[in-house]
């Protein structure tokens, strides 16, 4: 499948989304009802796995905000999976 607008517009602005990662418990990562999705609570999970720990106590304030960029990006990932891999069918965030 081609890259839709907004992942190719991701990529020029430096932003990869990668495949959804999976749940960190017994939950559904998403539910569609109509044409609206629900996405649950996203965690800084990445490459490197979870990071846990206490802004300024175990992270710089940088750090936090990457790992809320990481959230972002989770979050996206998760709505590209419920689109069919079509981020261009998205017409409205909540």
Not at 6 to 29: D, M
Not at 44 to 73: D, Q
């Amino acid at each position: 499948m081609a890259a839709s607008v907004v992942e190719k517009r991701l990529v020029q602005l430096g932003i990869n989304i990668p495949r959804s990662v999976a749940p960190a418990a017994n939950y559904v990562p998403w539910t569609r009802s109509g044409k609206q999705v629900f996405i649950s609570g996203q965690i800084p999970k990445g490459e490197n796995g979870l990071l846990v720990g206490k802004l300024g106590t175990n992270y710089s304030i940088e750090e936090g905000r990457a790992a809320a960029r990481l959230c972002g990006v989770n979050l996206v990932s998760q709505m590209r999976e419920a689109c069919g891999g079509n981020l261009d069918k998205v017409t409205k965030v909540l």
